[in-house]
């Protein structure tokens, strides 16, 4: 049997518990943006045919935000690497960084805006952005 990335069952249990969407930022940005009467989509992928999924989709100004928890993207001021199972970490999170890279320039290159938070940013800050960026590329 190959050993798990978990050292311990509560380990595992916490890291299971991770949310993937509707993270607390998420949230409150959503609820800024709602109030303001933004429309968007939740967790879905901006190009169908590719396997990725934002977290909030503008499609009509193709506007793509994504709010990146600081552990699992890396944050260059929060991010702590684990002690324990180091080296599966250090290629995770590895894997994690290029997919992002990977997925800004394949929305790019078809017409996207891409906006990247991390999620310790002020969710006020972040949704003033938003707007800024939509207003910016909508059609008049």
């Given at each position: 049997?190959?050993?798990?990335?978990?050292?311990?069952?509560?380990?595992?249990?916490?890291?299971?518990?991770?949310?993937?969407?509707?993270?607390?930022?998420?949230?409150?940005?959503?609820?800024?943006?709602?109030?303001r009467g933004f429309r968007y989509r939740v967790s879905?992928?901006?190009?169908?045919?590719?396997?990725?999924?934002?977290?909030?989709v503008f499609s009509r100004s193709k506007v793509a935000v994504f709010i990146d928890g600081c552990f699992?993207?890396?944050?260059?001021?929060?991010?702590?690497?684990?002690?324990?199972?180091?080296?599966?970490?250090?290629?995770?999170?590895?894997?994690?960084?290029?997919?992002?890279?990977?997925?800004?320039?394949?929305?790019?290159?078809?017409?996207?805006?891409?906006?990247?938070?991390?999620?310790?940013?002020?969710?006020?800050?972040?949704?003033?952005?938003?707007?800024?960026?939509?207003?910016?590329?909508?059609?008049?």
């Open positions: 049997m190959e050993p798990s990335w978990a050292t311990s069952p509560a380990i595992r249990k916490a890291m299971q518990g991770n949310r993937s969407r509707d993270t607390k930022p998420e949230v409150a940005v959503r609820k800024i943006l709602h109030s879905q992928r901006p190009i169908p045919a590719l396997r990725r999924t934002a977290d909030l699992w993207h890396g944050c260059p001021s929060h991010y702590r690497a684990p002690g324990a199972n180091a080296e599966y970490w250090v290629a995770k999170l590895e894997r994690n960084r290029f997919r992002d890279i990977e997925t800004t320039k394949m929305l790019q290159t078809e017409g996207w805006t891409v906006l990247r938070f991390w999620s310790h940013e002020d969710t006020g800050t972040i949704a003033e952005r938003i707007e800024e960026t939509i207003n910016s590329v909508r059609i008049p």
